[in-house]
């Protein structure tokens, strides 16, 4: 078990990059794959969940090529050339993983078993199984298909119009890339508007993407096109930095070459609502992607309510912005976000038993949580350092980290060995700011 161990401190100052979007890397490596010709990915997230995406194609047939850190070549030969997996599919503790890949291995003519680590195989999977054997996949698994281990048996697939009753981008892209091995129009139509990554790489691979209104639909078998693609930061990632600087005093922190796709940006909305002081500069294009540079200021913070469609463009970085409540003045309401109970931890559960351990008041609910803000976190705990727990989950050990810089005396998060994951490397960004 490894820990993250901060202290207390102030005037955190710099400028720094974060890893590559995981989100992007993840469908690079899947569309590269299914694509004809060599594409080269370059800002590449070499994280365990999205090593295990490409490991996933590697037992498929395909080839890669890794020339340098972040980089990444691979050899697609179209839509109908993987080849049978001689083993099982574990894609680790990545529910993107296991959920865009359910999509892929329904359309092909072969046997395939995938599952993942303890957490992966107690999260739903009903929600991708469900619409894929309405497709004409075969899939078995426990609990009638809801629990991984899954078994598929794939190929044939029919489109549909499935109405999905939840958003969620792991859902609609494990339908469409089904829907790239079925002739005809597949789409899905959501509640809300989820994260558009799928929607806007498939274009830029050459499929055919029609949008209207939260219905997305893409036009089966078509001849992908290899291309390159530079990766932006993720916003997730940049989100923890962001709101350090926005709760130790005397900070500025610039993240440069964030993405900032307008479904990923909820939570630059949630903390302008909260008075942050946040700028954006050198917006750019990235592989179809927005990108900027994003600089946050010390700021005093006020409590807001983040509920509806507000909640799946920011369901990532809920912990976090917790840890920015805990220190407003006045109440923060979340809502909405009962999705946050299937993730790799139920991160409703786990942020309520640690912001506590710092001072902090905070209620749970079924999809959310209320948080009772203007704490000077740990400043009336006797105990020291505060001792915090991961719960398996990397977001909320970097969201326990973050807020042991801005608490008195030191913190303690761990088992953090799970924020690689999505972070290789957070520990020395996070230590190269630490300035006083």
């Known amino acids: 078990m490894s820990d993250i161990r901060v202290r207390g ?27 004809e010709g060599k594409t ?28 340098g850190l972040g980089e990444l070549e691979i050899v697609g030969a179209g839509l109908d050339v993987l ?43 009903g929600r991708v199984v469900a619409p894929l054997r309405e497709m004409g996949a075969q899939i078995y698994g426990r609990a009638g298909g809801e629990r991984a281990p899954l078994t598929i048996i794939g190929g044939n697939l029919r489109p549909i119009h499935y109405q999905s009753p939840v958003a969620s981008a792991q ?65 997730s990632s940049a989100a923890y930095f962001l709101v350090a600087a926005l709760i130790v005093p005397d900070s500025e922190v610039t993240i440069q070459n964030v993405g900032i796709n307008p479904t990923r940006t909820g939570i630059l909305d949630a903390l302008g609502a909260m008075g942050a002081d946040i700028s ?9 992607e927005p990108t900027a540079d994003i600089t946050a200021r010390s700021s005093a913070l006020r409590g807001t309510e983040v509920r509806g469609d507000l909640i799946p463009r920011l369901i990532d970085e809920v912990p976090i912005l917790a840890v920015a409540a805990a220190v407003a ?68 050990a970097m969201s326990c980290a973050i807020a042991g810089l801005a608490a008195r005396g030191e913190t303690v998060v761990r088992g953090s060995e799970c924020v690689q994951t999505s972070f290789p490397g957070f520990q020395e960004v996070l230590s190269g700011l630490v300035v006083a």
């Open 40 to 67: 080269r990915v370059w800002g590449f997230l070499e994280s365990e969940d999205c090593l295990n995406t490409l490991l996933a194609f590697h037992r498929m047939g395909v080839k890669f090529e890794r020339p």
């Open 280 to 288: 954006i500069q050198n917006v750019h294009d990235e592989a179809g």
């Open 83 to 125: 080849a049978e997996p001689l083993d099982v599919i574990n894609v680790g503790n990545s529910g993107t993983t296991i959920r865009l890949m359910c999509g892929v291995l329904a359309g092909q003519p072969f046997y395939s078993v995938i599952t993942g680590d303890a957490s992966i195989r107690s999260r739903p999977m």
């Open 171 to 235: 859902v609609k892209s494990a339908i469409l890339l089904a829907g790239l091995f079925a002739d005809g129009e597949t789409s899905v139509t959501e509640p809300a508007h989820s994260r558009n990554h799928t929607e806007l790489m498939l274009r830029g691979f050459g499929a055919q993407v029609k949008i209207e209104g939260t219905t997305a639909t893409v036009v089966g078998r078509p001849k992908l096109a290899a291309r390159d693609i530079r990766v932006p930061g993720d916003i």
């Open 329 to 396: 003045s006045g109440q923060t309401v979340i809502a909405d976000a009962q999705e946050l109970r299937v993730k790799e931890a139920d991160r409703i559960a786990a942020v309520a038993a640690e912001l506590p351990k710092f001072g902090v008041k905070i209620e749970e609910k079924p999809d959310g949580m209320v948080i009772h803000g203007g704490t000077t976190l740990g400043q009336d705990l006797q105990s020291c350092p505060i001792i915090c727990d991961s719960h398996g989950d990397h977001r909320v």
């Open 9 to 35: 401190t102030t005037g955190l100052r710099g400028e720094i990059t974060v890893p590559g979007d995981k989100s992007i890397s993840h469908r690079s490596v899947i569309l590269g794959s299914l694509a």
